[in-house]
């Protein structure tokens, strides 16, 4: 199976390449046909930002902020600039947002981010980022642990004097 980075790279490299044709918006979903040389690919699954705002449960103001730090390269425009989203931006928007939910400093998904784009021979830089970035969320995951069990020992403690 295709990684999300291959995916969009591939996707990235269409898009710099092809001459969009036959924009029109239906029900809160845009259909492009997408023309590259010998090569004729419908996008069904291309969403305007409100769209892809629910569907990622992320407001349509940070999906602007994180095209503008950088985290969202190349977002497809329709011709009266518009933003269009496709289904390999929702996977990588889902990946940005497990590394939020997972700690990880914007400044190192901007990081993770600028490598994404440099393309595959990036990826053990990658593989490093997300390794250091493993390593912290187990120790904190070890913390927390910890900070549970220490937690249950004293419910315990009170159950103990109650039922005394």
């Excluded at 892809?52 to 407001?59: A, G, H, M, Q, Y």
């Excluded at 497990?98 to 440099?118: P, V």
């Excluded at 970035?133 to 937690?151: D, F, M, N, R, W």
Aim: hydrophobic share 35%; proline share 1%.
């Amino acid at each position: 199976m295709m990684g999300f980075n291959s995916l969009s790279s591939n996707v990235d490299a269409w898009m710099s390449l092809c001459h969009m044709t036959n924009t029109k918006k239906k029900k809160n979903q845009l259909r492009i046909n997408i023309h590259l040389p010998n090569v004729s690919r419908r996008w069904d699954d291309a969403m305007n930002i409100k769209t892809f705002s629910k569907l990622s449960n992320i407001s349509a103001h940070t999906l602007r902020y994180y095209e503008k730090i950088g985290l969202l390269k190349r977002i497809s425009r329709t011709s009266s600039g518009h933003r269009f989203f496709t289904q390999e931006d929702s996977v990588w928007v889902e990946f940005i947002k497990r590394l939020k939910d997972t700690g990880m400093s914007i400044k190192h998904i901007q990081k993770y981010a600028e490598l994404r784009e440099l393309g595959p021979q990036t990826s053990v830089l990658r593989m490093q980022l997300l390794q250091e970035h493993t390593a912290l969320l187990k120790q904190k995951i070890a913390l927390e642990s910890a900070h549970l069990q220490k937690l249950d020992e004293k419910i315990d403690y009170y159950h103990k004097l109650i039922n005394e």
